[in-house]
């Protein structure tokens, strides 16, 4: 997928390889201070945050013999993701001098040296300036890494009793979330950074969250999400192409050490319809497997065009298959996840013509490839199987003029409440009652029963009139 973002680059202040040059400014000197040669070494040792705009960001570490390491994570092309160099600094008379080996694009700089001027440097930020571009530009110091499992919470303090938070802020959502009294909220597996502002300066505290159960940042569950709440679980940093079909195609770049970048493809209603994970060479396909072998159910495997092994789950009802393709081809796998929701959307047409129309019993029974028997026409219904996941039976009953009034449709085991609310959530009208929505034009109602445990038993479409 083509690249919409199309940045100048910038040394990064501090020793961080490059930044975007939309991360840098020129045009502001009010930070300029005298006294830069007051400032110490010392200050200058240990781990820095380095917004750099568009999402992207550096993480570097002055070490205290001298050598320094640095990596800008989260950027805007897939050539600059998890780009990290090694190399050595020195700071005197006010001057920090860095000296590293920058692989930009493919192409390997050696020894670039760059110098700046300290022009701000307290015990949580640093600012200076690229005297050979005088630009100005800096960074929050990591003051402790939280070590956390998914769905756990834990509170972000910072050990200063001088520093008094005023306001949090997560890099990423999607990982960890933080609320506005500090709390902060283990989501999925992968690497964030929790801001925290006071009046003497931001304060980083890096979350690396993980998960015995799950051995990669799944995405699975984005399917059927409207965008907004992709935008706030994700982020905003992402590249979009729009498609002549009327949908788009969102690739979002995580800080996580497998999953490093996920595309989804939303429908012309704003929906995540298809989700396709790509991972590094931090994961072997055993990995995945196991992974998915514990969460979703086997179905088999076979081989696409390319002879590559290809594994099929079945997830949910309303992701009927999880396909994973293994390619191992440029240190790369790629796993990708296919909705198939079909099945439930022509049921709804259908039965939803059903309830405005006055249908009989024998044009149901006919759709459904069931033959009626006596019996179902002395009684006025008919229960059938359904050769279709995640359905298994069909019921459907008449009126007394002899017109379907009342259908139920019952759910294979297992089928979540949560897998079929976002459904008609979008498509019907909520009322006052619990598991009740009715039509937009009001002429039926759709509900739907669960059983003790949360799975669903069956879903009801019936006339308004009926009792």
Known sequence: MKTIY?????????????????????????????????????????????????????VGEYR???????????????DWMHST?????????????????????????????????????????????????????????????????????????????EFKPQEYSSVSYHVAGVDDEGTIEARHLGTTYILIKSSIGTAVIRVVVSDRDNDFNDALPSLGVPVQTISKEYGQLYAELDREDGTKVRRYYLADEKVTNIRMILDSDGYVKEVYQFFSNNITPDEVRASLNRKYEFQYSDVDSNGERVDWYIANWQCRMVAVGYFEKSHEMKLYFLSNDDNLQLYDDFFSRVMIN???????????????????????SFLAPIYDYPFRMVEASTDEQGYVNKVYLYFEDKISVENVE???????????VPYIYFSTDYSYYIAYSADEDGYLNFLQYSKRNTN
């Open 358 to 380: 006055n249908i009989t019993l024998w044009v149901v029974a006919y759709n459904m490839d069931y033959n009626l028997t006596d019996d179902d026409y002395a009684r006025g």
């Open 6 to 58: 199309s940045k100048g680059i910038c040394l990064l202040t501090a020793g961080l390889a490059f930044i975007l040059l939309t991360a840098c400014s020129s045009d502001d000197d009010r930070f300029y201070v005298p006294g830069a040669e007051n400032f110490t070494r010392d200050m200058i040792v240990g781990e820095w945050f380095e917004p750099a705009g568009d999402g992207a960001y550096g």
């Open 422 to 432: 976002y459904y008609l959530k979008r498509y019907y009208l909520p009322t006052n």
């Open 64 to 78: 205290a013999d001298g050598t320094l390491t640095s990596t800008l994570i989260h950027a805007t092309g897939l």
């Open 85 to 161: 160099d090694e190399g050595y600094w020195e700071y005197s008379d006010g001057l920090l001098t860095v000296v590293t080996n920058i692989s930009h694009a493919g192409v390997l700089s050696t020894n670039t040296k760059a110098v700046y001027q300290v022009v701000k440097l307290t015990k949580y930020d640093i600012e200076d300036s690229g005297l050979d571009m005088d630009l100005i530009s800096g960074g929050h110091r990591i003051v402790d890494t939280y070590r956390m499992n998914v769905g756990e919470t834990r509170q972000a303090i910072v050990n200063d009793s």
